[in-house]
T-cell receptor
Framework: SQTIHQWPATLVQPVGSPLSLECTVE??????LYWYRQAAGRGLQLLFY??????ISSEVPQNLSASRPQDRQFILSSKKLLLSDSGFYLC?????????????FGPGTRLTVL | AQSVTQLGSHVSVSEGALVLLRCNYS??????LFWYVQYPNQGLQLLLK??????LVKGINGFEAEFKKSETSFHLTKPSAHMSDAAEYFC?????????????FGSGTRLQVQP
């Protein structure tokens, strides 16, 4: 069966510090991968998605970036965090080439920028 | 472009009462629709999905949803609420057969179940 992991589970960082969040998927090959952010009391905002190694599409211009160094690894980064980067970050995967594209979510990372 | 509107950011019901969470969508192509549930500080779990087969879709935990094309709706229901149903619920629409293959989510409805 497939599983998706995210770490760390929680993170408290000062403004201006770097960020690295990691997501890995097990039990599947060549998944589509996604990063979402969920701000307090708001819905999910798609940040990045990837359909293959090294292929990253950005949805929202911001100080965040994403990378996919391996087939089942997806990393969210920032060089300098802003207060507005606080939120709950969710990684998700889906089976490629399936039109209805249901997504499966990881447990999330709670990021607080102080 | 597609969008999802969830009417009511907060819904409160009594234990044993009917649960009705509303979702309306807008899509330029035949939609695929989903309901997800999120418990505090957890990821999203798929409740059910509509993929152009039966219009009445049954999901986990006794939930079901009906796709109504004429009303562009996909409301989520459960005949009898349980305390464990207290959570946030998200409706989502898929772009279907496009390269992006992303989901567009509604803003969520927080369900509170009163004893």
């Amino acid at each position: 069966s497939q599983t998706i992991h995210q770490w760390p589970a929680t993170l408290v960082q000062p403004v201006g510090s770097p960020l690295s969040l990691e997501c890995t998927v097990e039990g599947t090959s060549n998944p589509n991968l996604y990063w979402y952010r969920q701000a307090a009391g708001r819905g999910l905002q798609l940040l990045f998605y990837s359909v293959g190694i090294g292929q990253i599409s950005s949805e929202v211009p911001q100080n965040l970036s994403a990378s996919r160094p391996q087939d089942r690894q997806f990393i969210l980064s920032s060089k300098k965090l802003l207060l507005s980067d606080s939120g709950f970050y969710l990684c998700a995967w889906s089976v490629p080439d399936r039109p209805f594209n249901e997504q499966f979510f990881g447990p999330g990372t709670r990021l607080t920028v102080l | 472009a597609q969008s999802v509107t969830q009417l009511g950011s907060h819904v409160s019901v009594s234990e044993g009462a009917l649960v009705l969470l509303r979702c309306n969508y807008s899509s330029s192509v035949p939609p695929y629709l989903f309901w997800y549930v999120q418990y505090p500080n957890q990821g999203l779990q798929l409740l059910l999905k509509y993929t152009s087969a039966a219009t009445l879709v049954k999901g986990i935990n006794g939930f079901e949803a009906e796709f109504k094309k004429s009303e562009t709706s996909f409301h989520l229901t459960k005949p009898s609420a349980h305390m464990s149903d207290a959570a946030e619920y998200f409706c989502a629409v898929s772009e279907g057969d496009t390269g992006r293959r992303a989901l567009t989510f509604g803003s969520g409805t927080r369900l509170q179940v009163q004893p």
